[in-house]
Nanobody
């Protein structure tokens, strides 16, 4: 059993920054991928970033250069530093963990970019 608890969402002005955190707990060990996805009402949940245990990262072009994913393997926590935010980044952001073909999701945290 794996639990993911997200925090750090909120309201930020365009051009601003926000840092999301996701703490994982439960039966996790060894190598696993953690990531962030986002979803707006009526739309698909889209990839934001992923990071492996070894630190290999993956970003779509929409966030590359603005968002940075990182992880603390001691704390089993993944972070998403979001800079240069724009209104199109407004969404519910979900943390996920993938290990041995199993995928776990957090509850989501709302990020709203508005002036």
């Amino acid at each position: 059993q794996v639990q993911l608890v997200e925090s750090g969402g909120g309201l930020v002005q365009p051009g601003g920054s926000l840092r999301l955190s996701c703490a994982a707990s439960g039966s996790i060990f060894g190598s696993y991928v953690m990531g962030w996805y986002r979803q707006t009402p009526g739309n698909q949940r889209d990839l934001v970033a992923t990071i492996t245990t070894g630190g290999n990262t993956n970003y779509p072009d929409s966030v590359k250069g603005r968002f940075t994913i990182s992880r603390d393997n001691v704390k089993n926590t993944v972070y998403l530093q979001m800079n240069k935010l724009n209104p199109e980044d407004t969404a519910v952001y979900y943390c996920n963990l993938r290990r041995i073909g199993r995928v776990y999701w957090g509850q989501g945290t709302q990020v709203t970019v508005s002036s």
